[in-house]
């Protein structure tokens, strides 16, 4: 009977355990991101290009070096965000993390594509546009288009320009 209780003490503790990991890394990554890019100059709710990928620049292995990328971070505790970003001529896409690391908005950017903006936020702000994405607290927006030349990489930045963050007031 002893070793029973045990096995059982046991297995509610390896449960519990997993249970707090699962639910405490993702927080604890997308926190992280964010007081890195914070520490680098990267302001709330407007979008910046990262520099063009090559075995020099990255610094982890995930970045691929045909694309290229601009980021925002944004937080929508105090309303919603507009997140705008204008069709290139070659692959493109816009995605949208929450705090959790969850992939919750992916919006095509490609040629054809009817993309024009989409409104992240919560509903418990009254008289706020009803938003697209249903997302409470801070979020990254990230733009990817396809750049595999430097001279595709510099279109891709020229669209930076077009993206848009903004807090809507």
Known sequence: MRWLISLLVFAVMAMASHFFVLGSIPGFIMNKAHATFEAQGLPQNMFLSSP??????????????????????????????????????????????NDQTDNVFVGDLSPGSDFD????????????PKPDVLLNGAGIALIRRLAPTQADYDEAATLVAGAACEKIE
């Open 117 to 128: 903006s989409v409104t992240v936020g919560h509903s418990r702000h009254k008289g706020d």
């Open 52 to 97: 063009r990928q090559t075995p020099t620049t990255q610094r982890i292995v995930r970045p691929s070096p045909d694309l290229a990328y601009a980021l925002c971070l944004f937080d929508t505790s105090n309303g919603p965000v507009r997140i705008t970003a204008p069709i290139g001529e070659a692959y493109g896409s816009v995605s949208i993390f």
